[in-house]
């Protein structure tokens, strides 16, 4: 692998007591090329520019995914990414819906470590801190006209960042999106790409304009069904059973959704993955049943819900507080990404 350093670094220039999310950028970025069939050798080279022609196919029709991970400090002096190989098996199945040759495992993870390895100094050391990890995928052929790519390139840019939420641990406020859907069954709700995205943004800026934290989403078939977050999956504690929604192709299928799952589960706690309509949740909150609500995700870890509004319906949940089972699951899970915890699961890729 071809390595080219930095002359220059900006490490000293950031202030990693006060980090925002995905504002600031590592020193160096990975960039590996597909043509002819096969992809190339990657490439480290310093974090810069990127020179394309305007018309670059992605830029007109999407064919583009992402993923997003995190690699953390421990208290032994190792670096720990956590779960790699679950999110490269998402980014697997997000290529395959956009028509994007896969990156193999050993690849993405050699690429991945060296990487954070060369710019180490750039995991931050505070609690609740990390760096974040963004690999993606985007055609590159230069054409006008919907077709699928013969090109395209891969590359891993990192960054340092604190808390993804401004409320970090505390409850957030959510709201149903009205008129909006986010996804339909046959489409791109359990695909990792800006597309799935972009259908979000003007609902979400509308929500913040109201007072909330994000929109929660609801079915686009009968608009009763959740869903999830903007950014998260969600999760009801009711009665004794934590529920989930189920992943039918318009979720998309988080990697800390299927950690707090697995944890629920090995601590006996029923967990079901079924479909629940915001009657229920409010059915449920009206006679004392609705315990605890919270989202999951890479960014935010868990984050508990305080308040959903839907329509003239307003349900304040565990008034407004963090409940038991998402401070435990953010415990463990936090616990055992900074190396805090025994990981017995073997989710952790020490470096």
């Known amino acids: 692998m071809e390595i080219i350093r930095t002359h220059q670094s900006t490490r000293d220039e950031i202030d990693f007591e006060n980090l925002g999310f995905g504002e600031i950028f590592s020193d160096h970025m990975l960039s590996m090329e597909y043509e002819n069939g096969r992809w190339g050798s990657p490439r480290i080279v310093p974090y810069g520019k990127i020179e394309i022609y305007p018309s670059i196919c992605s830029l007109h029709y999407g064919q ?25 098996e998402r980014m697997k199945l997000s290529c ?7 990156v193999g495992f050993d690849i993405f993870m050699d690429g991945l470590k060296e990487l954070v390895n060369l710019d180490k100094d750039w995991v931050p050391r505070k609690r ?7 690999p993606f995928i985007f055609a590159t052929d230069n054409f006008l006209g919907v077709k699928v790519s013969e090109t395209y390139r891969f590359m891993i840019i990192t960054s340092p960042v604190g808390a993804y939420y401004k409320e970090g641990i505390n409850p957030v406020k959510l709201i149903t999106p ?7 069954k046959g489409g791109l709700g359990a695909a990792k790409t800006p597309a799935n995205y972009a259908a979000t943004l003007l609902p979400a800026e509308e929500a913040k304009k109201k007072g909330f934290t994000q929109v929660l989403w ?10 999830e977050v903007g950014t998260m999956n969600i999760f009801f504690f009711i009665d004794d059973q934590l529920i989930t929604p189920p992943l039918e192709g318009t979720i998309l299928g988080g990697v800390t959704r299927d950690t ?30 609705l315990k605890e609500a919270f989202g999951t995700g890479t960014a935010a870890v868990i984050s508990p819900v305080g308040k959903i509004q839907y329509g003239d319906h307003r349900i304040i949940i565990n008034e407004g507080k963090i ?4 401070q435990r699951l953010y415990d463990e899970i936090t616990g055992i990404q900074y190396g805090e915890r025994a990981d017995k699961y073997g989710w952790c890729y020490l470096i």
């Open 96 to 102: 395959q819906r956009l028509c994007i040759p896969e």
């Open 178 to 184: 009205g008129e909006y859907i986010r996804a339909a």
């Open 128 to 134: 609740g801190y990390s760096l974040y990890i963004r």
């Open 260 to 289: 707090a799952i697995h944890l629920a589960k090995d601590w006996k706690i029923n967990v079901i993955e079924k479909r629940i309509s915001i009657d229920e949740v409010i059915s449920a909150s009206k006679r004392g049943g």
């Open 323 to 326: 409940g038991r089972l998402s």
């Open 64 to 88: 583009i995914v992402f993923e997003g991970l995190k690699a953390f400090n421990t208290p032994k002096g190792v670096i720990n990414i956590f779960r790699p190989e679950k999110y490269h």
């Open 218 to 227: 609801l079915d686009g078939n009968e608009r009763k069904y959740i869903e």
